[in-house]
């Protein structure tokens, strides 16, 4: 009995060792079956990324195409619609039937101009003037201690001064 004791001891120690060979192969062979699955996932992570990346500049570039074609067909349909708009406007505007604003006028004018030109004496003035030493004495007043160039004297008929323009340098 103790001999069978012995021998299952021994029996016992030999499977545990044949085990923990077993568990330690085993061990490595995952371990490296890991390593391997870690490389797999990081190449496959490359992959990914390089894919989306890929995917994200091509979309980007189609939808900058995709926006300018749609801004080009936007500029076309509003400049066509703008023109037309426009000779709308224009045959309107040359129609001479449809003309929508018009204004009529009646202008009566009864003007006396009296106008000098630099300086003359008294004596070489014009004499069918009627008024001239009043008018000659209105300009003179209107501009003191100023060269006289050219005057223009603007009244009615009845004597009411209208305006008096003065041009100088």
């Known amino acids: ?7 299952m ?15 330690e192969k085993f061990e ?13 996932i990081a190449n496959e992570k490359q992959r990914i990324f390089s894919y989306s990346h890929n995917s994200i500049t091509n ?13 080009k067909f ?7 619609h703008r ?17 929508l604003i018009g204004y009529e006028q009646l202008r009566k004018l009864k003007l006396e101009i009296y106008s000098t030109a630099g300086m003359k004496e008294d004596e070489q003035g014009c004499e069918n003037i009627p ?3 009043k008018r000659i004495k209105d300009i003179e007043d209107g501009k003191p201690n100023q060269p006289l160039k050219r005057t223009v004297y603007i009244g009615m ?5 209208l305006g008096k323009r003065n041009q100088g340098q």
């Open 131 to 133: 008024d001239r030493k």
């Open 59 to 71: 979309l980007t570039v189609k939808s900058r195409a995709a926006k300018k074609e749609c801004h």
């Open 83 to 99: 023109q037309e708009h426009l000779n709308e406007i224009s045959h309107v505007g040359m129609d001479k039937d449809r003309q």
């Open 9 to 23: 001891d021994n029996l016992e120690g030999y499977y545990r060792q044949e085990i923990e060979k077993f568990i």
């Open 157 to 161: 008929n009845d004597g009411l001064l």
């Open 1 to 7: 009995m103790e001999e069978g004791h012995i021998q």
């Open 74 to 80: 936007i500029e076309n349909f509003v400049e066509l």
């Open 28 to 40: 490595q062979k995952m371990s490296k079956h890991l390593d391997s699955l870690q490389k797999q």
